[in-house]
């Protein structure tokens, strides 16, 4: 079975303050690792794919990374819209997701 | 191009009532995949439909069933709703199994 692990649970920055989120993963074979963004009430919206160990992904302040059994979720110099719970999931079959980690920036 | 859409965005029931919510996928998508999200369990797979058969299930009961029509517009359905049903639940659709899945807005059901 799929085991994904997010840290930290939640996440309180200051505005500009960078950060990275972190998430563990297990998988038999890894088809995927994606990461989303979801706002209270609101359906995930998908930031990044990525599938292969050492690649990267960007998006205006974050940037993805991927090893062979985590992913790191580096936001740059963040702003209060990045406020958010940032999900990760592997694919097999299904998406397998992280329990999330809630990210707070304060201005 | 139009995203996930999923109706009724809002519903509350009963216990023992039964619900059914609608999800249509991104035009050019046929597979539709559903998950339960709670603040105990997260999100939890449910089912998945390509070319309206269903290829994978989840670990739910019974009383949880879908369907998916030829315009790939997909339904679920519950059955015999219990308290522990309040849940946001969320469609995504995506091109192939394996392809990236978005994400529509969700149907929050409350069951009192």
């Known amino acids: 079975e799929d085991q994904v692990t997010q840290s930290p649970e939640a996440l309180r920055l200051q505005e500009g303050e960078s950060s990275s989120l972190n998430c563990s993963y297990t998988?038999?074979?890894?088809?995927?690792l994606f990461w989303y963004r979801q706002d209270p009430g609101k359906g995930p919206e998908f930031l990044f794919t990525?599938?292969?160990a050492g690649e990267e992904k960007e998006k205006e302040r974050l940037k993805a990374t991927l090893t062979k059994k985590e992913s790191f979720l580096h936001i740059t110099a963040p702003k209060p819209e990045d406020s958010a719970t940032y999900l990760c999931?592997?694919?097999?079959?299904?998406?397998?997701f992280g329990a999330g980690t809630t990210v707070t920036v304060r201005a | 191009k139009a995203g996930v859409t999923q109706t009724p965005r809002y519903l509350i029931k009963t216990r023992g009532q039964q619900v059914t919510l609608s999800c249509s996928p991104i035009?050019?998508?046929?597979?539709v995949s559903w998950y339960q999200q709670t603040p105990g369990q997260g999100l939890q797979f449910l089912f998945e439909?390509?070319?309206?058969?269903?290829?994978n299930k989840g670990n739910f009961p019974g009383r949880f069933s879908g369907r998916q029509f030829s315009n790939s517009r997909s339904e679920m359905n519950v059955s015999t709703l219990e308290l522990g049903d309040s849940a946001l639940y969320l469609c995504?659709?995506?091109?192939?199994?394996?392809?990236?899945?978005?994400f529509g807005p969700g149907t929050r059901l409350t069951v009192l």
């Open positions: 999931a592997v694919h097999d079959y299904k998406l397998s």
């Open positions: 439909y390509f070319s309206e058969t269903q290829r």
């Open positions: 990525l599938y292969s």
């Open positions: 998988v038999s074979g890894l088809r995927g």
């Open positions: 035009s050019g998508h046929r597979s």
């Open positions: 995504a659709s995506s091109s192939g199994q394996k392809d990236t899945q978005y």
